[in-house]
């Protein structure tokens, strides 16, 4: 997953829960400007303990997986 990808998903998780960036951006400690870039993959360096505090407040999580060549299930199933 790059920049782009991880924004988007950021920003569909979070209008999924029906919170605007300023809310969110609030919550999070962060500016809106911020998770505005990061939403847009226009920022590469929001630092771990952010990412993680946005997501966590998303209901969601990091999980590490080992690289593979080889598509998952999940990127066959959505056409990725």
Same mark, same amino acid.
Not at 3 to 10: C, H, N, S, V
Not at 72 to 78: A, H, K, N, P, S
């Given at each position: 997953?790059?920049?782009? $990808?991880? *924004?988007?998903?950021?920003?569909?998780?979070? /209008?999924?829960?029906?919170?605007?960036?300023?809310? +969110?951006?609030?919550?999070?400690?962060?500016?809106?400007?911020?998770?505005?870039?990061? $939403?847009? *993959?226009?920022?590469?360096?929001?630092?771990? /303990?952010?990412?993680?505090?946005?997501?966590?407040? +998303?209901?969601?999580?990091?999980?590490?997986?080992?690289?593979?060549?080889?598509?998952?299930?999940?990127?066959?199933?959505?056409?990725?």
């Amino acid at each position: 997953m790059d920049y782009i $990808e991880l *924004g988007q998903q950021i920003s569909h998780l979070r /209008r999924a829960k029906k919170l605007t960036q300023e809310q +969110l951006a609030s919550y999070a400690g962060i500016s809106r400007a911020t998770l505005n870039a990061l $939403e847009n *993959g226009r920022i590469g360096d929001v630092g771990t /303990r952010k990412l993680i505090k946005i997501l966590d407040i +998303l209901g969601f999580e990091i999980r590490l997986r080992e690289k593979s060549p080889f598509p998952t299930y999940e990127e066959l199933r959505d056409g990725e």
